[in-house]
């Protein structure tokens, strides 16, 4: 149990341009699920908490007209970069909240060029 | 904010050694948990601790949770290959930010046969 699935698994779009990432909770319903970006070798960095039915919470220094994050049910959460730049590349990972554990999806590659 | 570091960075070892990586916190913690990340892979929950002084083990894995609640370890013995990745330690702050994760910079382990 505890499934979270990403999609997609990896992108590359050029640079200007909007790409959304889903995160669902398979076989569990989330609250709240979190959004974190890790660049190459480095730790993940927590970029906004979702909550369903409500807006987002955005880390210091996380542009909210910049990754728009949408949590319209409990069971999907998605992220949008708007406008994506070449240094909005990395691996994005979402995660799913059950009890006191978080539940990490397998992550999306994004490379923009 | 909230700061989790976490020692060494990198850590090789030859097959059978033993490993431990330390993970501290600037202010208590409410819990801390370990996760392992396979290189290409997404954060895997290993376990997490809430007690003072706490210590769980799972199978070669030994975590503790140290008495003040700040700092926590995950030893590893008799290592194998199967135990490369990097291995995550993050602290929940509990309070208002209860659910929120910050993430220790990892320690990248390489084991060789």
């Known amino acids: 149990g505890a499934v979270v699935s990403q999609h997609p698994s990896r992108v590359i779009c050029k640079s200007g341009t909007s790409v959304k990432i889903e995160c669902r909770s398979l076989d569990f319903q989330a609250t709240t699920m979190f959004w974190y970006r890790q660049f190459p070798k480095q730790s993940l960095m927590l970029m906004a908490t979702?909550?369903?039915?409500?807006?987002?919470?955005?880390e210091q220094g996380v542009e909210k007209d910049k990754f728009l994050i949408n949590h319209a049910s409990l069971t999907l959460s998605t992220l949008t970069v708007t406008s994506a730049h070449p240094e909005d590349s990395s691996f994005y990972i979402c995660?799913?909240?059950?009890?006191?554990?978080?539940?990490f999806g397998p992550g999306t590659r994004l490379l923009v060029l | 904010g909230q700061q989790v570091m976490q020692i060494p960075q990198y850590q090789h070892v030859q097959e059978g050694e033993d490993f431990t990586t330390y993970c501290n916190s600037s202010t208590t913690l409410s819990n801390i948990q370990w996760y392992k990340q396979r290189p290409g892979g997404h954060p895997v929950f290993l376990i997490q601790l809430v007690k003072s002084g706490e210590v769980k083990k799972q199978k070669r894995l030994t975590f503790q949770f140290g008495e003040a609640k700040k700092n926590s370890s995950l030893h590893i013995t008799a290592t194998q290959t199967t135990d490369v990745g990097t291995y995550f330690c993050a602290g929940n702050a509990g309070g208002t930010s209860y659910g929120k994760l910050t993430f220790g910079q990892g320690t990248i382990l390489t084991v060789h046969p």
């Open positions: 979702s909550n369903e039915g409500s807006k987002a919470t955005y």
């Open positions: 995660s799913a909240e059950r009890g006191e554990t978080q539940y």
